[in-house]
């Protein structure tokens, strides 16, 4: 996917249109760079469409490997008596 070239617009004017500046951005997916006194503040871009909500969830299952007893001590009690002291 090739990035597309940003367009820029000093602050007053993005300020003006805000709403129609938004909807440009997500319609032509075209970044727009706001500019105040020549200097860029900030850049507007489109959604990411490669992340959603839901991608991440489920993205480890089947990976963990459970070892040994999960419900067993960690050490033996011996070590409870020393490290307590």
């Known amino acids: 996917m ?14 003006a249109t805000c709403l129609a500046v938004l909807d440009r951005v997500h319609r032509t997916g075209t970044p727009i760079i706001v500019t ?10 489109p959604p990411s469409m490669a992340s959603t909500a839901n991608g991440w969830l489920g993205a480890m299952r089947g ?13 033996a009690p011996t070590d409870w008596e020393v490290l307590g002291s």
């Open 63 to 75: 990976s963990a490997v459970i070892v040994g007893d999960l419900v067993a001590p960690a050490g």
């Open 2 to 15: 090739t990035k597309k070239p940003s367009e820029t617009m000093p602050i007053s004017e993005f300020k």
């Open 36 to 45: 105040r006194r020549g200097q860029p503040i900030a850049e507007v871009v």
